[in-house]
């Protein structure tokens, strides 16, 4: 049972335009979503991150929107750049108890 | 700084081999943790430790152990390895538990790829 499940799988995006990846989790009690990215080679990293309270935030070109009714959050990048290609994880996790990743999004941005 | 640093960085098994992967931080947190990667699998939780002393099953447990050495190193050890085990492995930790504040935050490895024939 996929706790977090993530799409799409992989996602070609013009520069400048915008990229969005989207999740939708199962558990209500899940009380933080935070986004990390995976450059090849290297260890995933936080990106981005929101608690239920607020149904937006922003940190430059990334923001995350959270639909708490319809149990899903979405990462959206402005003005997609070469630079943002990679793969992108959501997680969601609850209290103490471990984050539980998503299955991951390539990213591909063309010039 | 070197964060998280994970030893080796590739290995190749025979079936059948033991190993012990290594993991130490130098950010002074408590909870730390073993990710395996596989392709289109995301990122799965083998065990984790929340504090010093403890270590708990994660999602696929089976085949590791672990152990919690003291509060900057957390080994991850495969007994008898099999090529399902073939895969590139992640350790990562955080300040204070898992979830709920910023605390939660996880700092990852460069990861232990890892493959057995």
């Known amino acids: 049972q996929q706790q977090v499940k993530q799409s799409p799988q992989s996602l070609i995006v013009q520069k400048g335009g915008i990229s969005i990846i989207n999740c939708a989790y199962e558990?209500?009690?899940?009380?933080?979503f935070p986004w990390y990215q995976q450059f090849p080679g290297k260890g995933p990293a936080l990106l981005i991150a929101?608690?239920?309270?607020?149904s937006e935030k922003k940190e430059g070109r990334f923001t995350i929107s959270f639909n708490k009714s319809a149990k899903q959050f979405s990462l959206h990048i402005m003005d997609s750049q070469p630079g943002d290609s990679a793969t992108y994880f959501c997680?969601?996790?609850?209290?103490?108890?471990?984050?539980?990743f998503g299955k991951g999004t390539r990213l591909s941005v063309i010039a | 700084n070197a964060g998280v640093t994970q030893t080796p960085k590739f290995q190749v098994l025979k079936t059948g081999q033991s190993m012990t992967l290594q993991c130490a931080q130098d950010?002074?947190?408590?909870?730390m943790y073993w990710y395996r990667q596989d392709p289109g699998m995301g990122l799965r939780l083998i065990y984790y430790?929340?504090?010093?002393?403890?270590?708990d099953k994660g999602e696929v447990p089976n085949g590791y152990n672990v152990s919690r050495l003291n509060k900057r190193e957390f080994s991850l050890r495969l007994e008898s390895a099999a090529p399902s085990q073939t895969s590139v492995y992640f350790c990562?930790?955080?300040?204070?538990?898992?979830?709920?504040?910023?605390?939660?935050?996880?700092?990852f490895g460069a990861g232990s790829r890892l493959t057995v024939l």
């Open positions: 430790s929340a504090s010093e002393g403890t270590t």
């Open positions: 997680a969601a996790s609850k209290g103490n108890t471990p984050l539980v």
């Open positions: 990562a930790s955080s300040v204070a538990g898992s979830g709920g504040a910023g605390a939660n935050v996880l700092t």
């Open positions: 558990n209500t009690a899940f009380d933080y």
């Open positions: 950010m002074n947190h408590n909870s």
């Open positions: 929101i608690r239920p309270d607020v």
